[in-house]
């Protein structure tokens, strides 16, 4: 049996002529870029997110680009983000000009460390962003009590987490302004590049559409120095269809996650991340830690299984960011789980003979390298 890490045809053959008549609704217009299909999905996602304001954007990085500008973040300024998360975070805190500080998660759930987040606050500390990584937001509300109590801004990195719930609210609406990617793999996906940023607040949300757009907030005028970052026509139209259907596969990711949950959980070696109490979670990924992991991911490579790892080396060790002067052990959590943490495959489509074939295949090759270890 072949088994992909996740199959985006077979969730396209579900909404093939919808996508098709969407995308033709733009050629005969002839309109690409910030028109009304760009427009309809900022008020839908904003609905969605039940947040005021959506602002489309090209990418998940430009949205964290762009959030961080609006609020002012640049040179001496220091904002807090996870060791563990996808570079982009990390990119943007750079390319505005302050500076990333990292700090470590906890083993059991792979979010942030509350108490850690307060040992690294200074005086120069501007906003924090919080990453709700792999779908599931993180024990957020001492990190909000904190940031609030000393004016700190904290941002939402949504990109995973399309729809999840913290405390009956959703993710979009948990602080001050959230960036999302659209990048085709996500939870909510679509053809090519694009992300957004929700917020409740005109002001940022102003300044963000003026970024987006060379700077421009009137005609001609502009009066900031801003990006071409606006997000296509073509993609508004695929995230309008696509976002009729999103709670449906976000809930079919929740049954195939308790399905994987239930079947491994006899196999004290295979350990999948906690639940967090009072939240709901999209599981945009499906990750387990187990030992000897590399052996383990080319045995279910050879049984046509294919994997995943989110991600293999922690933020802190990559080599753009050896200018901040880490070095190994300095986040011992975030290196840990980076040799242990196995992606499975996973996606709302999956066939349940598909996830039987690797929860035993998984299961047997554990068993087997540890009686042999
Ligand atoms: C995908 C992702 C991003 C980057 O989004 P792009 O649209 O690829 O720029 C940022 N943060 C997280 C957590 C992501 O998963």
Excluded at 21 to 26: E, K, W
Excluded at 226 to 247: C, F, T, W, Y
Excluded at 315 to 341: K, M, R, T
């Amino acid at each position: 049996m072949h088994v992909p890490f996740i199959d985006l045809a077979a969730q396209f053959a579900e909404i093939d002529s919808e996508i098709r008549s969407a995308i033709d609704r733009v050629f005969a217009s002839s309109q690409f870029s910030s028109g009304p299909a760009v427009e309809e999905f900022e008020s839908s996602f904003a609905k969605y997110c039940e947040s005021e304001h959506c602002v489309a954007v090209s990418s998940g990085t430009a949205a964290l680009e762009i959030l961080l500008r609006a609020y002012g973040i640049g040179p001496g300024d220091e904002v807090i983000l996870p060791a563990n998360t996808f570079v982009a975070a990390a990119e943007a805190i750079a390319l505005v000009g302050a500076r990333p500080v990292f700090v470590d998660v906890c083993a059991d759930t792979a979010q942030v460390d509350a108490k850690q987040l307060e040992s690294a606050l200074t005086s120069n500390t501007k906003a924090i962003t919080i990453v709700h990584l792999y779908g599931q937001p993180g024990e957020i509300a001492p990190i909000l009590e904190s940031a609030n109590r000393r004016g700190i801004v904290v941002i939402e990195d949504g990109s995973q987490a399309h729809g999840a719930r913290y405390k009956g609210r959703r993710v979009g609406n948990l602080t001050a302004a959230a960036a999302f990617s659209f990048y085709p793999t996500k939870n909510l996906g679509a053809y090519g590049e694009a992300g957004c940023i929700t917020t409740n607040d005109p002001d940022i949300a102003k300044q963000a559409r003026m970024l987006r757009d060379h700077g421009s907030g009137r005609k001609k005028y502009h009066d900031l120095i801003g990006r071409n970052d606006r997000m296509d026509e073509i993609q508004g139209a695929v995230l309008n269809v696509k976002l009729s259907h999103l709670d449906r596969w976000n809930q079919q990711r929740r049954e195939i996650a308790d399905m994987y949950r239930s079947a491994l959980s006899p196999h004290a070696d295979i350990r999948p991340f906690l639940k967090v109490p009072d939240c709901e979670s999209v599981y945009h990924l499906f990750v387990v830690r187990v030992p000897m992991r590399d052996r383990i991911r080319e045995v279910l490579f050879a049984n046509g299984i294919q994997t995943g790892i989110h991600y293999p080396i922690p933020l802190h060790l990559q080599p753009a960011f050896q200018y901040l002067g880490h070095g190994e052990g300095d986040f011992p959590v975030s290196e840990l789980l980076a040799g242990e943490i196995l992606s499975l495959p996973f996606y709302p489509q999956m066939p349940s003979d598909q996830i039987q074939f690797v929860v035993s295949t998984l299961s047997e090759t554990v068993d087997q390298l540890s009686r042999n270890r």
